[in-house]
């Protein structure tokens, strides 16, 4: 299947199964893709995390339960919420008002997605971003021993890059590279407005111990063959750069028909890595595409 014909699966399972815990590992598990391949690759698409999108259709479809006078407690155990005050709390964050506001007032209530065909860029958007994006590569990376760390919250990039920084300086550990991205979370982590970011350090296999006693991990992480694309100054407007990145990528590949034969790998990832060249930052964007 395409990529896009994935993301059609998953908007599928969630309509067919709106009344059940979803969580990102169930999703994947259903649909056979690995959680962090899908969570990028979902909101490159949509604009949405999974999870994100699973919360708008469980409070859209209990919208319709509403009108039917269905009582408010049942309607928020049926979806999911633990309590009343937890779903009138996702509610007036996705919508403005309490439950009890739509039993008599009209909301328009939003049809499953449909997933656009994503193409390369026209010509007003190669325009756009031709400053700052480069052409697409293949990339083959090797054999990695990582230290992995990650943190949950409002902002969780700088925390955990800073934490394990900081902690490589205190150990003096020889670093060879770094990469992040984004670690999907749960439904109720995601109500509250917080993501999840995971950062390596790749370093040499005989220095693995000294993550014992710490609340970092290490991982063994096998060679893959990676389709590359580089922004140039990314922090400069990052909420426009980076996500344009994204996608110029993602269409490349649908669009020159690549096959990633990697996307069943569970522990598979979409990796970012900043790096300075003579004073100028760039960030390496990089989606897998076979075992190197």
Partial sequence: MTLKEYIEEIIKYVEENIHEVMTADII????????????????????????EYVRKRKLNHALIDLKADQRIIDIALNYGYGSERAFSRAFVNEFGKSPSHFRNNEQEI????????LSLPRKDWIEMVKDYLSKVKYD????????????????PEDEIINLMMTFQKEKNIKVERSFGFDSPVDEETTNKGHRGYEFWLVIDEKDASIVEGTEFVIKQIPSYKYACLRITDPFENPMEKIPNAWKSLVAWIEENNVVC??????????????????????????????KG
Wanted: hydrophobic content about 35%; glycine content about 6%.
């Fill in 261 to 290: 034969e990697t996307n069943k790998d569970r522990n598979l990832d979409c990796l970012e890595e900043v790096i300075d060249v003579d004073g100028t930052t760039y960030m390496d964007i990089m989606i897998p595409l076979s």
């Fill in 28 to 51: 994947s598990e259903k649909i056979g893709f690995s959680k962090f391949y899908l969570y990028r690759i979902f909101q490159t698409y949509t604009g949405l995390t999974l999870m």
């Fill in 140 to 155: 083959t990376l090797k054999e990695m021993t990582v230290i992995s760390g990650i943190r949950i919250g409002a902002e």
């Fill in 110 to 117: 939003e049809s499953k997605l449909s997933v656009y065909d």
